[in-house]
């Protein structure tokens, strides 16, 4: 299966900006539809946004949406996610996940078979 681990993850205060990245390795990225889920502490894992194997789809959710944009280059093997005017609701650990399978507009976290460590994002207010 792919392995996937993120990085970009740091220390912010409101307003910043910051992207994550997602690098894959064991097989071509081209071959899945990725997402970005998050978890704060306390809480259970959140979708954050997603995008299909050919880059024609994107997906986000309602909290993030307008301020948060995925992207991906499949040559590369990485994924990104860009995060504008961050605010400490956005506060958690970051995920990267792969489906090999259906994408769907409204993602399932099941769907997604390889995820990554994590990576902290904390927003101070």
């Known amino acids: 299966q792919v392995q996937l681990v993120e990085s970009g993850g740091r220390l912010v205060q409101a307003g910043d900006s910051l992207t994550l990245s997602c690098k894959a390795s064991?097989?071509?990225?081209?071959?899945?539809?990725m997402a970005w889920f998050r978890q704060a502490p306390g809480q259970e894992r959140e979708f954050v946004g997603q995008?299909?194997?050919?880059?024609?789809?994107?997906h986000y959710a309602e909290s993030v949406k307008g301020r948060f944009t995925i992207s991906r280059d499949n040559a590369k093997n990485t994924v990104s996610l860009q995060m504008d005017s961050l605010k400490p609701e956005d506060t958690a650990v970051y995920y990267c996940?792969?489906?090999?399978?259906?994408?769907?507009?409204?993602?399932?976290?099941?769907?997604?078979?390889?995820w990554g460590q994590g990576t902290q994002v904390t927003v101070s207010s």
């Open positions: 064991g097989r071509a990225l081209g071959n899945y539809h």
């Open positions: 995008i299909s194997a050919s880059s024609l789809l994107t």
């Open positions: 996940a792969a489906n090999p399978g259906t994408y769907r507009i409204q993602a399932r976290a099941s769907d997604f078979r390889s």
